[in-house]
């Protein structure tokens, strides 16, 4: 039967320990699917029959151990009973590597997450390898759920109920000396010992570890009620319990059956099967799997670039040479004021202290960005990034400069939000070499980048930019070169039509709120001024030069006139100071509108069905991938399309009619609309 096991290899060496390695058959990585679990458990039972002297669980992949569950299979699963039934059979073979009658040891580097994390907890000891590629994590959270093949019990059990609750709760990875301090793993070395340790520990046989007395404490059954109250109030500041059930269906979960670890089995299995076939998890799932379709389109075999050269050194243009050095990239910066690039540097060692930690990798990521104000890097870059001001004679000028020293095969790419590449490409005697990559404020935190093509770029370029946005970690979304793309095009309708209701009267705080209680992670009217409102208006104006239902609220201007452009000036519709945004207080007796959130949102989905009839995105997964890593709308409603299908097309667009007969033309619903009503749009 093992003989035929297609994802695990069972190998018994002279000292009697048998190394049962897992390598997902056709995968670059390992994932717990039901095929992988069903091999684990006759694995098992094979292995017991041979009574070794110990058990090591490793992988044969270099990428790491295992990544979690199968989240396609999860997408399949409809019924909650029939989730409960796999849940329960999973169970069962973990319980079995948790029973086996010798030591076991699970040997970790690289990623050990989710259903992997778990599987590791069912052996009597872990491992793991000191590199900064080893993180261990529940993320079942972001998907909706929660652990859910034993994790939530056996976590608690080892290293308490706080640190367990505060994994879960945040799906956050943490590193493996973390771990090791938590009481997650038993030994951190590096990757060269790692066989070694594991053997020492089946030689040793350590006491396993606990918890300590306060963090037993802390699940005793007076306290937890208490604990479980204070906990609720956290997650409620950040996730909205209709909107994100998982979290609180967990924190239940423990307060009832943290010291009952048979009934916390089941309930686990019950609970979790619910989330999990529930529309949350649904649309959750979905996302998540947009983001790998869109992670699939680059292959970074096809173009492996070295050496950055960014060209405008202001916000934009400052954080992607950022980012891209810390992303192990060569990158020179210039600017035509030298003083431009003396923040750059200031913020770049602000990013990489938090995200790098040790002084040795910050200074070798601060040693790659190199400041170039004559520009010498133009011609060593194997990519060139434009980040200069938004305006086509100055952008062409800089294109006309830089084209002769270009290096031949390097990647010309602009960052412009608004002007067509195609004015853009006049300047060029190889229009085909120029592609937008269109980055995201802030770029350390936006995973989204539009990659945007015309009828000139080639295919060579655009194959160049993908790899090029996996390189530096970033989603690639293939948009039309129009006006706007596909995220600004999106966002400008919501936003002007935040600031009408705002002209009208309505509190700035009151329609944020609105924005945010749909699922938004920020209000319209704060995220004007974060992107700034120069930026808004100059977007909005290039829209409107062609549409009549986009009109520039005259505040707008206003605002931008008397030099209040948001964040960055300190004033726009809101004050901001040293970093923080102050709101005034909602006056009282103020009545919201009835149609507040819906004025905002439908003009934002109507807007997206227009994008789908432009072909400004190739299909709809694309629009609601977009949509959704550009905008942060809300994730658990799966993206637009996906939430005008859920929640009723017909409803949809009859609440739009309804705010043209009231509001005007501007809710003149799209088209693009008549397919959807149709049903000819999957
Ligand atoms: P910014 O005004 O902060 O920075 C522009 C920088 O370019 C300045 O430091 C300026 O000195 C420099 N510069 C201008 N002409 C130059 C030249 N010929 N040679 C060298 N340096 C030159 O502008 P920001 O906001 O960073 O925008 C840059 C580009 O990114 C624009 O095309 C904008 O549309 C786009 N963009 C802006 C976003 C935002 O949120 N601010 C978001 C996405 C794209």
């Known amino acids: 039967m093992t003989d035929s096991l297609k994802n695990w290899h069972i190998e018994q060496d002279e000292n009697q320990i048998i190394w049962l390695t897992i390598d997902k058959a056709d995968s670059g990585t390992n994932v717990l699917s039901s095929e992988v679990l069903e091999e684990l458990d006759s694995a098992l039972v094979t292995i017991a029959s041979r009574h070794p002297k110990a058990l090591v669980l490793a992988s044969a992949k270099d990428n790491g151990f295992i990544a979690g569950a199968d989240v396609t299979e999860f997408a399949q699963i409809n019924d ?10 999973a169970h069962s073979i973990f319980f079995r590597l948790e029973n086996m009658n010798m030591p076991t040891v699970c040997m970790i580097k690289g990623f050990c997450l989710g259903g992997g994390l778990e599987l590791a907890l069912c052996c009597d000891y872990r491992v793991c390898s000191d590199d900064i590629t080893t993180k261990l994590g529940f993320p079942e959270v972001k998907l909706g759920i929660f652990p859910g093949f034993g994790g939530s019990v056996r976590s608690v059990n080892l290293i308490g109920s706080l640190p367990a609750l505060n994994m879960m709760l945040t799906g956050r990875a943490m590193s493996a000396r973390f771990a090791k301090k938590t009481g997650l793993i038993d030994n951190v070395v590096p990757q060269r010992h790692l066989k070694r340790a594991a053997i020492q520990l089946i030689e040793t046989r350590p006491a396993k570890s606990q918890p300590s007395f306060i963090h037993k404490m802390a699940t005793f059954g007076l306290v937890r009620p208490l604990i479980a109250h204070f906990m609720k109030k956290m997650v409620s500041g950040k996730a909205h319990k209709k909107q994100y059930p998982a979290p609180f269906v967990l924190i239940d979960h423990w307060k009832k059956y943290a010291d009952m670890p048979t009934e916390m089995y089941l309930n686990e299995a019950r609970s979790v099967a619910q989330l999990i076939t529930g529309s949350t998890s649904k649309n959750l799932v979905r996302v998540y799997l947009l983001q790998e379709q869109l992670k699939t389109l680059g292959n970074k075999k096809d173009f492996t670039p070295r050496h950055v050269h960014v060209i405008g050194a202001g916000i934009m243009g400052g954080d992607i040479a950022i980012w891209c050095a810390l992303k192990g990239f060569q990158v020179t910066l210039q600017d035509q004021r030298a003083e431009a690039i003396g923040p750059v540097i200031k913020r770049a060692h602000t990013l990489y202290k938090k995200k790098l930690k040790s002084t040795a990798l910050i200074n070798e990521a601060m040693d790659r960005l190199q400041p170039d104000t004559h520009g010498t890097g133009v011609k060593r870059a194997d990519v060139v990034i434009e980040a200069i001001f938004e305006n086509i004679e100055v952008k062409q000028n800089l294109y006309r400069e830089i084209e002769p020293l270009l290096k031949k095969g390097a990647l010309l790419a602009t960052n412009t939000s608004s002007i067509p590449l195609e004015t ?28 945007v093509k015309t009828e000139n770029t080639s295919p060579t370029t655009l194959k160049k930019a993908f790899a090029f946005s996996r390189h530096i970690d970033r989603l690639p979304l293939p948009v039309k070169s129009s006006p706007g793309f596909l995220v600004n095009r999106v966002l400008m309708p919501y936003l002007m039509e935040a600031v009408v209701l705002e002209s009208e009267g309505v509190p700035g705080v009151l329609i944020d709120k609105a924005a945010k209680k749909f699922g938004m992670p920020m209000g319209p009217i704060e995220l004007a001024d974060i992107v700034g409102l120069d930026i808004c208006l100059s977007v909005g104006k290039i829209l409107a030069q062609t549409r009549d239902d986009i009109k520039i609220p005259g505040r707008i201007q206003q605002l931008v006139d008397s030099g209040h452009l948001g964040k960055k000036t300190g004033r726009g519709f809101y004050a901001h100071y040293k970093g923080r945004t102050i709101k005034p207080e909602i006056p009282t007796g103020f009545h919201e509108p009835a149609d507040l959130a819906g004025r905002l949102v439908l003009r934002l989905l109507n807007e997206c069905v227009a994008c789908i009839r432009d072909e400004v995105v190739e299909t709809t997964d694309f629009l609601d991938a977009g949509i959704v890593y550009g905008t942060g709308f809300a994730p658990f409603r799966g993206g637009p399309v996906q939430h005008i299908k859920n929640s009723g097309v017909e409803k949809q667009f009859k609440a739009l009619s309804d705010l043209e007969i009231r509001h005007g033309k501007r809710f003149i619903a799209d088209d693009g609309w008549q397919p959807l009503l149709n049903n000819k749009i999957s």
């Open 80 to 89: 909650s009973s029939q989730a409960e039934q796999f849940i329960k059979k």
């Open 424 to 451: 853009l490409g006049e300047a060029l005697k190889q229009p085909d070499r120029l592609v937008g990559l269109h980055f995201f404020n802030p770029v350390s935190f936006m995973q989204l980048v539009e990659v």
